[in-house]
């Protein structure tokens, strides 16, 4: 029974003391996050793991890429369990490395040597070390302002993998026009452009999160004619045109962030993660809290991670099993460490 699971893993992890650290994403569900030694946006869990010295056992309550980066970044005798080998994100399985290597040469070839990739940190490690290898570094959602500013110190173009909208919002607010923005369409191998390719500033990357994708303009023209006194704030792994029309956006962390500033009495509509959105809407009574999307949108590779998969993977700790172990090969993690770690000296 579910009573029996919890009052197992609070064993576990009574047994395993500082040899054991879990940490949790803010997507993940009620039942997994209530163990979680630590709760964190992907930047927060990323700088948390590269901290923890004493856990020999990391067992990530996320998704794989953020597993991979607690691997990067902890020491060799430190070991990162991910409770469902399933939860993937669809957003960084949008970017091979074998894609990515035939847009690089034909990027070198439309630009000389003029770009500098950035990663979204939702990206395979092997993404990460190629952006490593070629100069650029990894982003998150709350440092991606800094970061592709510091990439336009570097060279005059970038290449943003693998969500386009992250990249879009980001560079438009720092001032890019969207007519200086081209899309690389992997699947036909095709850099897309409509006017003169000297202009091109930014390159990104046609990938998407399906989750934030749903959160559409007629979700926006509904909150405003219901409840005309709603703000709207969303993350921006949401589109252009929804980002534009919400009152605010930001990354988790500062959704999480504005929602503990915000008045008693407010209205907010948002737009992110449904577990996110459903642990808001229960710390929050005294504010009116809504899905931007009524059908809620919950990320269904962090919901493969739950009570009994947790079990299991405690369970195999216990007994020396050591199932579902993300190990980044050596040469791979040494050229992506390099990526992260441009990132972690300026976040
Ligand atoms: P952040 O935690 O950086 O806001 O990312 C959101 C997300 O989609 C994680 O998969
Ligand atoms: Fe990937 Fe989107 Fe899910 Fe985050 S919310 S893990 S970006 S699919």
Redesign the pocket.
């Known amino acids: 029974s579910r009573e029996q699971m919890e009052t197992r893993i609070a064993e576990i992890k009574q047994q395993l003391g500082e040899k054991l650290f879990i940490p949790g994403h803010h997507?993940q569900k009620d039942e997994v996050i209530q163990f979680a030694d630590t709760s964190g946006d992907s930047l927060q869990l990323a700088q948390i793991c590269a901290a923890n010295e004493k856990a020999e056992h990391i067992v990530f309550c996320g998704?794989h890429f953020m597993a991979e980066t607690a691997d990067i970044l902890t020491t060799d005798s430190q070991k990162v369990y991910l409770p469902d080998m399933r939860a993937g994100?669809?957003?960084?399985d949008m970017a091979n490395i074998f894609q990515t290597d035939r847009a690089w040469d034909t990027l070198t070839e439309t630009f000389g040597d003029t770009v500098v990739p950035l990663t979204y940190v939702?990206s395979t490690a092997a993404i990460k070390a190629f952006v490593g290898k070629n100069g650029g570094a990894t982003v998150t959602s709350s440092n991606a302002h800094q970061m592709v500013k510091w990439a336009f110190t570097q060279k005059e173009r970038i290449l943003f993998l693998p969500d386009q909208h992250l990249g879009r919002n980001t560079a438009y607010d720092i001032g890019i026009p969207l007519e200086q923005m081209a899309i690389w369409d992997p699947i036909n191998d095709k850099l897309v452009f409509e006017g003169a390719i000297e202009d091109v500033k930014v390159i990104l990357w046609k990938g998407h999160?399906?989750?934030?994708e749903k959160f559409t303009v007629q979700n926006i023209n509904h909150v405003r004619e219901t409840y005309p006194d709603m703000r709207i704030i969303v993350h921006p792994?949401c589109s252009r045109e929804v980002v534009s029309l919400s009152n605010d956006s930001g990354s988790t962390k500062y959704i999480i962030d504005t929602m503990e500033k915000a008045a008693p009495g407010s209205q907010w509509a948002i737009g992110t993660?449904m577990n996110l959105v459903n642990r808001l809407i229960q710390q929050h009574p005294d504010k009116q809290i809504i899905s931007l999307n009524p059908s809620m949108c919950p990320?269904l590779?962090?919901n493969r991670i739950d009570l009994p998969h947790l079990l299991w993977s405690l369970e195999s700790i216990v007994n020396k099993e050591e199932v579902n172990v993300i190990k980044v090969d050596e040469l791979t993690a040494k050229d992506a460490i390099t990526a992260l770690e441009r990132m972690l000296e300026r976040a």
């Open positions: 997507y998704v994100c669809s957003m960084a939702n999160c399906s989750v934030h792994e993660e990320c590779t962090m």
